[in-house]
């Protein structure tokens, strides 16, 4: 993984819902064929999308193979636990907790208050110094990556001081030289805080409370059989306090009056772009201390903070730790000037310039001819119409995400299919009045558009549309022969409860019917005649049966009185008389031949 990059998207897992976007304070999401990505140049990591994505797609960096490599070095390996560590316990595992770290190869375990208290003592001194001038604490990298990337003229407000975890890196990195120094806490920042140029070589790696329960759980090392140690350094009672709103005010001994005017401590991404955005104004007091933190509550509600207590238990446990442990001796503190930090202002692609006539192009395509159809229901993530458009135009979105427009696309296209159906369709209100039909069942009925809002009645029986109603039937298909209309339809009839609508589908089997018919007819015909043709076979062949025996017996007849005739020796007489008869001319050889 490019170790730049510190949120990252499987988008196997992604399934095109936009609620990252949606959640993302700065819009930092880049959709791409319907998949979201990160876009690090706008990214804060503030890790809001890692919490709100339904499908577990957004993940981060995991860097406990690095921290492993660093154990397995010859450097040895201090670690810097941010103090909000106590709401992952009970009040009995919290004491076990260095006896954890220990198992897993960490030779320093150490609070990353000591380094609380040092920024807070430092930020006392440079609001002293400049007590009319407008003052936003850098403790949180995320409230401090919003103001370098999207609110630039607030960046020279920033008190230029470095953070708990940075100030405590370079306490331990002076004290043993040669150590690695891996944090461990809530703040997914963090993890870009510690890749930050001038944080380099100070913090060496960053692993989340959830990094660390997964590492213990890897190793199969149980909290509550660990045994019971304190860490090796602790820190001052109040800088404990860090994670909570107004933690930096009571650890530097300011006012910490909530209703002091000019104090300002301030939790939750929504309430710090109001201030933020006053304090551009000038809306806020010059003099007023501003002390933000990106997660509502505090730090206590960190992103990756494996836990899964509300709240306002987490509070509670925070500070049952805070009153039940010792408090460590101040070490030596630091001065303003080494723990100095240079915050700037970052150059984002966002910032790439739009036109007006780009605006409107996109928002018409995508049916938004007025400011009426620009309905600004942040389906699709953005705020506005307008802001989405200027996404697209920056290449950060897509037309596709207006959830409004496609929903007209997919009506329209639903239009087109019901207009272009070869069958009638006609839709009916709860009283059988006509509400919408298709060309088909115009031409069917011989009607036009003028028939709307008239009862079906007007055209058709409504007997099956009162029974489906008085029935509840879930379907009527029936054989319907209409002759007015010299029609003869299968037709389907089916109702919308929620819409307490009718809809009647007509189809159209007249022709099918009259070719049945004359198919009908043609077999009747051609039985008709093979019958015919059947019986004078069997007539012709009794005739013939007939005229043979007819035949058979004159010849029977004739051979009878010939024998007759020769046995009585008149043969000769008789056939002159014949021959006589027959041919009196003829002789009778010629006779005898021809018969």
Request: net charge negative; with cysteine; aromatic share 6%.
């Amino acid at each position: 993984m490019d170790k730049k990059s510190v949120i990252y998207t499987n988008q196997a897992q992604c399934q095109d819902c936009y609620r990252c976007l949606r959640s993302c304070p700065v819009k930092a999401i880049e959709m791409n064929e319907s998949q979201a990505a990160i876009v690090d140049e706008l990214c804060i990591s503030c890790g809001t999308c890692i919490r709100e994505c339904p499908q577990g797609a957004k993940t981060y960096r995991n860097d406990i193979q690095q921290v492993k490599g660093m154990i397995c070095g010859t450097s040895p390996v201090l670690v810097s636990v941010a103090p909000s560590f106590a709401i992952l316990f009970g009040e009995d595992d919290i004491c076990r907790f260095a006896a954890a770290l220990r198992k897993l190869g960490f030779s320093y375990i150490s609070e990353t208050s000591i380094g609380a208290h040092q920024v807070a003592c430092a930020t006392e001194t440079v609001v002293a110094e400049n007590v009319n001038d407008l003052h936003i604490a850098s403790a949180c990298p995320a409230a401090v990556g919003l103001i370098e990337k999207y609110h630039h003229g607030l960046v020279d407000k920033i008190t230029p001081i470095v953070s708990p975890m940075v100030a405590h890196g370079k306490y331990l990195k002076n004290k043993f030289p040669e150590a690695k120094v891996v944090f461990i806490g809530p703040c997914l920042a963090k993890k870009g805080e510690a890749a930050r140029s001038d944080v380099k070589g100070i913090i060496d790696a960053v692993l989340s409370f959830d990094e660390i329960l997964l590492w213990l759980e890897e190793e199969k090392i149980d909290i509550s059989t660990c045994g019971k140690i304190e860490f090796d350094e602790i820190a001052p009672h109040d800088a404990r306090l860090f994670p909570l709103e107004g933690g930096l005010l009571k650890t530097a001994d300011m006012n910490t009056d909530v209703m002091a005017p000019e104090i300002i401590a301030v939790s939750g991404v929504e309430n710090l772009e109001e201030i933020f955005k006053d304090g551009e104004s000038g809306n806020c007091s010059k003099s007023a201390f501003i002390e933000p933190l990106f997660c509502q509550n505090g730090c206590i509600n960190g992103p990756l903070a494996g836990c899964s207590k509300n709240i306002f238990h987490r509070r509670r446990d925070l500070l049952n730790y805070v009153s039940s442990r010792k408090s460590g001796e101040a070490v030596e503190l630091q001065t303003a000037d080494e723990l100095y930090a240079n915050y700037e202002k970052l150059a984002t692609p966002i910032n790439k310039e739009v036109t007006e006539q780009e605006i409107t192009e996109v928002l018409e395509s995508t049916g938004k001819y007025s400011e009426e159809d620009e309905l600004n229901c942040s389906a699709c993530g953005y705020e506005s119409c307008r802001d989405k458009a200027i996404a697209v135009i920056r290449g950060l979105a897509e037309k596709e995400m207006c959830i409004p427009y496609m929903r007209r696309l997919a009506e329209q296209r639903t239009d087109k299919i019901i207009e272009t159906n070869p069958n009638g369709v006609v839709i009916l209100d709860d009283e059988l009045n006509i509400l919408t039909m298709n060309p088909a069942f115009k031409k069917f009925f011989k009607c036009s558009q003028t028939i709307l809002g008239k009862s079906i009645s007007y055209l058709i029986d409504p007997e099956p549309f009162e029974r489906l109603g008085q029935d509840d039937d879930e379907v009527i298909e029936q054989t319907v022969t209409y002759s007015s209309y010299n029609l003869i339809c299968r037709q389907i009839i089916y109702r919308l409860p929620e819409e307490d609508q009718y809809v009647g589908i007509f189809v159209n089997i007249t022709k099918e019917k009259e070719n049945r018919h004359k198919l009908r007819k043609i077999r009747s015909s051609a039985v008709r005649q093979a019958q015919e043709l059947l019986q004078h076979q069997v007539d012709m062949a009794q005739k013939m049966a007939q005229f043979l025996g007819e035949s058979a017996a004159q010849g029977e007849d004739l051979v009878e009185k010939i024998m007759s005739l020769v046995q009585e020796g008149n043969i000769e007489d008789h056939t002159q008389q014949i021959i006589r008869i027959k041919k009196p001319n003829a002789s009778f050889t010629d006779l005898y031949r021809k018969r």
